[in-house]
């Protein structure tokens, strides 16, 4: 195993710093490599991963971990050589995931949610030695790849992972080598483009992930306490931010390959935790389900995230449930949130408030810029949103969000400034028209997107997913509607009727994959 910072026995704690004895500020004790090496020592017997209703235990998870570390050992690629991995949310996945940090190697993540030759395509990008893919990801097109580049790979099949055949050894592809300072590669959600690649180190996950809120809020790992619930996609921030601190304290996990109403009610009806959470489109699927409230009772607070939620979703599901919405803000570029609502601000300004993502979290700063000449807005106005993220530096980091921070200090996310539709001089936010058509009484859920227009350069259009038994309203009811709420410049000029709205990994609205469903209908 490549040394990380450290021996392990002075890292992991085994001797006291001089910190700590002179009541100082004590740093974390053990880096996330040892801290991998550790969580793979755990008592073989205990449960680590339920999947499908089966657990796994930390033995299983230990060796199929092992397996990925002796075939990469075994492939000829250097220690410092970067590894393709393209998870899935199976055990096999995290497993591996814990054997490649374990052995202090870059991971390059790859969603798997795309087409083979879309794998292919990333696979010769991003320029790896190895590749660790689930193995029905190892298709024709991957594999011309692979021997294209000369790289190995590890194929996980099952709880089982062994080289694929004909990639046990590395060629070209094996003399690459990474950063002198391992890290993890994450993706960005793909929203509104392509995903992209951003770089966190294992020494900011040590310092900021592992000493999370959400890492030390989970309760006792012992049997019982209930499982954490895991249903973001492995390879983003999200993924990541709820996986690996509940994988290193031991916290036994359920995990969803896809996230569904069903399994979420299953976790919760089975496990009853006092804590959930949801992704915001979720939340009125969820009403829309119809779920009995005392099925919900153990919740005391639901946390979302990851994109905005409608305010009329938030208010139905507290009149409903009487549960506490708590949401937050965050982007992969800020390596995790920065604004929160936490239950105490919940209690004190309720419904006040409806909407917020919170106050900047410790350490965050927040403020809201004029686009054009970059001056900082007054309380109230709306402008782009500027971060200074602790986990990142002390630099301003220019987002591409339209929010407005109140004279209390509290932050309202409302849309996107590069998913604005331009219809002739006229700016139009997605958002704005998705809230306004989830008043009607017929609609569970909107996505709109802008559309080419030769004389206007681009117009919206909407898709629609109704709520349960209800009839597709007439399109010039629909107009009606949005006319009580917005501009006629804002009026959907294309309406489709959908079961189900597309989807990035992190279930936000794909606006690409809506942008081409209109083009083909």
Same mark, same amino acid.
Not at 221 to 245: C, Q, R, V
Not at 252 to 267: A, K, N, Y
């Given at each position: ?146 021997? %294209? +580049?000369? $790289?190995?790979? &590890?194929?996980?099949? #099952?709880?089982? /992972? *062994? =080289? !694929?055949?004909?990639?046990? @050894? ?122 009995? %409230? +005392?099925? $919900?009772?153990? &919740?005391?607070?639901? #946390?979302?995230? /990851? *994109? =905005? !939620?409608?305010?009329?979703? @938030? ?207």
């Amino acid at each position: 195993m490549k040394k990380h910072r450290g021996g392990v026995a002075q890292r992991c704690g085994l001797a006291t710093s001089a910190a700590s004895v002179s009541g100082q500020k004590e740093y974390p004790v053990a880096s996330l490599q040892e801290l991998a090496v550790i969580a793979l020592r755990r008592e073989p017997a205990l449960q680590a991963i339920e999947f499908e209703h089966r657990w796994h235990s930390w033995g299983d998870v230990r060796r199929v971990a092992e397996a990925v570390q002796t075939a990469l050992g075994a492939s000829g690629i250097g220690g410092q050589a970067p590894v393709a991995f393209v998870p899935r949310n199976r055990p096999a996945s995290i497993a591996a995931l814990l054997g490649l940090i374990a052995q202090g190697r870059t991971i390059r993540m790859i969603y798997a949610f795309q087409s083979p030759a879309g794998i292919a395509r990333d696979i010769e990008r991003l320029q790896p030695a190895a590749v660790v893919a689930d193995r029905e990801d190892f298709a024709p097109e991957v594999q011309e790849v692979l021997g %294209k +580049e000369g $790289l190995a790979a &590890i194929a996980l099949n #099952g709880m089982q /992972a *062994a =080289p !694929l055949t004909g990639f046990e @050894q590395a060629r070209i592809g094996g003399q690459r080598t990474g950063p002198a300072e391992p890290q993890i590669e994450i993706l960005t959600s793909g929203t509104t483009g392509p995903p992209k690649q951003f770089a966190i180190s294992y020494r900011l996950l040590e310092q900021h992930f592992l000493a999370s809120p959400l890492a030390k809020t989970q309760g006792d790992n012992s049997e019982s306490s209930p499982p954490f619930l895991l249903f973001f996609p492995l390879g983003n921030i999200s993924g990541i931010y709820s996986t690996l601190p509940m994988m290193i304290r031991g916290q036994r996990v359920v995990l969803l390959e896809r996230f569904t109403i069903e399994g979420w009610h299953d976790h919760v009806v089975r496990y009853r935790p006092a804590h959930s959470g949801l992704p915001p489109s979720c939340v009125q699927l969820v009403l829309d389900a119809n779920i009995p %409230k +005392e099925d $919900l009772v153990s &919740i005391r607070a639901l #946390g979302v995230g /990851a *994109a =905005p !939620l409608d305010p009329t979703a @938030q208010k139905a599901f507290e009149d409903r449930y009487g549960i506490p919405v708590l949401l937050s803000y965050g982007a992969t570029e800020f390596a995790g949130p920065v604004a929160a609502m936490t239950p105490e601000l919940h209690r004190e300004w309720g419904r006040t408030k409806l909407g917020t993502v919170g106050r900047a979290m410790p350490g965050a700063q927040l403020r809201v810029v004029d686009p054009d000449t970059g001056e900082v807005l007054a309380p109230g106005a709306e402008g782009l949103l500027e971060v200074v993220s602790p986990r990142i530096g002390p630099e301003w980091i220019r987002t591409s969000d339209i929010a407005l921070i109140d004279e209390d200090g509290f932050l309202f996310h409302r849309g996107r400034a590069d998913g604005a539709i331009m219809r002739g001089g006229f700016k139009i936010l997605p958002e704005s028209v998705e809230c306004a058509l989830m008043l009607h009484p017929s609609i569970s859920e909107a996505a709109v997107t802008g559309i080419s227009d030769h004389r206007l350069g681009q117009v919206p259009a909407a898709a629609i997913r109704l709520k349960p038994g209800a009839s597709a309203p007439r399109i010039e009811d629909l107009e009606g509607h949005l006319r009580k709420h917005l501009l006629a410049t804002h009026i959907p000029v294309k309406w489709l009727f959908c079961e189900d709205l597309p989807r990035t990994p992190s279930l936000k609205a794909d606006r690409p994959a809506l942008q081409r469903l209109f083009d083909s209908s």
